[in-house]
């Protein structure tokens, strides 16, 4: 994929998510030497969250995928980060 049609398909994912009135805020927390990322959304209106927390999680993987990764996910119950009751 070119740099262009890299920065067409962002410009189309705005504008998207600019007519659904999606905003909020992405943070992201590393630690590059011991190989730690953690991604906090927090996504308005509230109930696009579930969906840009789980495409969030897709990309990712089909990301680490692409590098050969195998690829292990947890999702939590309701409770908080790392929550494995």
């Known amino acids: ?4 049609n890299f920065q067409d398909q962002s ?5 998207m998510s600019q007519q659904k009135g999606i905003s909020g ?6 630690d590059p ?4 990322l ?4 927090k996504v308005t209106p509230a109930e696009y969250q579930n969906m840009m927390t789980s495409n ?6 089909q990301f680490s995928q ?3 990764l195998q690829v292990k996910t947890h999702q939590s119950n309701g409770g908080e980060v790392g929550d494995r009751k």
């Open 38 to 41: 953690r991604l906090k959304l």
């Open 11 to 15: 410009e189309l994912f705005k504008k």
């Open 56 to 61: 969030f999680v897709n990309a990712l993987t």
């Open 66 to 68: 692409m590098f050969g």
């Open 1 to 4: 994929m070119t740099n262009q």
């Open 25 to 30: 805020v992405a943070y992201i927390d590393t």
């Open 33 to 36: 030497a011991s190989g730690f």
